[in-house]
């Protein structure tokens, strides 16, 4: 079952997403320019480079904008997310 979970500590946002056994984290950092910047690539490469022969999984992060789980308050869109990868998991 696909996961999100956000948590704040120490002035950083740790992000992490769980999908199929994997985690894939992404923590935001230090303010530069009005924006936080990550210690890590985002959401999507992460998920290409550990499944890029998994044609679902491509389809899913052309279809659907998987970096933003980090910076949405829409309750609606992250839960619409997590729907489309447990389909898929």
């Known amino acids: ?7 704040f500590s120490d002035g950083k946002v740790k992000n992490t997403l769980t999908f ?3 985690e894939f984290n992404l923590t935001m950092g230090e303010w530069e320019d009005g924006v936080r910047s990550s210690c890590e690539v985002g959401f ?5 480079e550990a499944f890029r022969d998994d044609e679902e999984v ?3 992060i052309e279809n659907y904008d ?3 789980l980090d910076c949405s308050g829409n309750e609606e869109e992250i ?6 990868l447990n389909e898929i998991e």
């Open 20 to 22: 199929r056994g994997k």
């Open 79 to 84: 839960e619409e997310i997590l729907e489309e």
């Open 44 to 48: 999507e490469t992460q998920l290409e």
């Open 58 to 60: 491509i389809n899913l």
């Open 1 to 7: 079952m696909a996961k999100f979970t956000k948590m």
């Open 66 to 68: 998987i970096d933003m």
